[in-house]
């Protein structure tokens, strides 16, 4: 079994690269069977997390997208929602365009929720949203049409994208911190 210590913590991996390749190339063939040719399609990645999943999605889809970059981060108050502030802004028009939101993971589901609401001000033609991974018995949200690879449970998780304070995007796979 692979495993890596980050900041003290050890964490196994419990899914590989080689498992990860096919849901993301099955995913690609999601968007591209969705979205029609003559319609424009912009991708949105969040940053850091999602930088390797996009990369990874955006060369397994066929038809030509228009990819940007926004960096987004929660403030959790007292309350379980955090407001969503944005610390880099998309610098296309998304009007009328189909809109896609890649992310790494979706916990509670508010980062997402928030920056939905974001971008429906801007009047895009559609929002969907591909997350690498999902912790189904987290979400507080209903979120826009979702589409994930991966359902993990309660437990965080590194590797391909997802850090631990800043360490750890790099591993080629997703790493469980071990209990
Ligand atoms: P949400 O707003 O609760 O859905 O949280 C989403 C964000 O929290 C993600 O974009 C990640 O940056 C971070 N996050 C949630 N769970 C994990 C994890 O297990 N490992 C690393 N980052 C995580
Ligand atoms: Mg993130």
């Known amino acids: 079994m692979k495993e890596a210590i980050v900041n003290n913590q050890t964490f ?3 899914i590989s690269l080689k498992e990860i390749k096919p849901v993301v190339a099955n995913l690609a063939a999601r968007i591209d069977h969705n979205y029609p040719l003559d319609q424009d399609v912009v991708v949105i990645g969040i940053l850091n997390g999602a930088f390797i999943f996009l990369a990874d999605l955006v060369r397994a889809i066929e038809r030509p997208v228009e990819i940007t970059f926004t960096q987004l981060k929660s403030y959790i108050g007292t309350k379980s929602t955090g407001d969503v ?7 296309i028009e998304i009007k009328d365009k189909h809109v ?3 992310e ?7 980062t997402l929720f928030q920056y939905n609401q974001i971008l429906e001000a801007k009047k895009p033609k559609s929002i969907a949203v591909y997350a690498l991974l999902v912790k189904p018995e987290n979400i507080q949200h209903e ?3 979702f589409n994930v690879g991966f359902e993990i449970k309660d437990r965080f998780v ?8 800043g360490i750890g995007r790099n591993l080629r796979g997703i790493y469980q911190l071990k209990s």
């Open 12 to 14: 196994k991996e419990i």
């Open 85 to 91: 502030q944005i610390l880099k802004e998309i610098d």
């Open 100 to 102: 896609i939101v890649v």
């Open 104 to 110: 790494d993971i979706i916990d509670t589901g508010n």
């Open 143 to 145: 979120l826009p049409s």
């Open 158 to 165: 590194i590797g391909y994208g997802l850090d631990f304070d």
